[in-house]
């Protein structure tokens, strides 16, 4: 199954695998493709969705936060949160400054 099609299927209801994250978040599983690693969670809307990927780090590049919602996923990546159906900037992510060494 390619990444694409294992990101927009149907989401399923929470399962033995699934793990409470964040109170209304699910998380649903990890796959790795082509070098990119995507953490795929489930939220119960949009709003939830958002407060959730906005809470999340990413320092990595390579590295996909996708959360699935009834009204369609949206992600996170090193730069922004964005629509994962089209791509597009739903806004700039926070970047918090690296720890002193």
Known sequence: MSIMSWLTKTPSPAGP???DVSGP???RGTENTQGNRYEVYQARNR???L???REQVVREERRYIVVETPEGS???DLIMI???ATNTKIEYGERRPL???
């Open 51 to 53: 407060a959730f990927l």
């Open 99 to 101: 720890e002193k060494p």
């Open 25 to 27: 978040v699910t998380f």
């Open 74 to 76: 949206i992600g996170k």
């Open 47 to 49: 709003a939830d969705a």
């Open 17 to 19: 695998d699934s793990r």
């Open 82 to 84: 964005f629509d994962e």
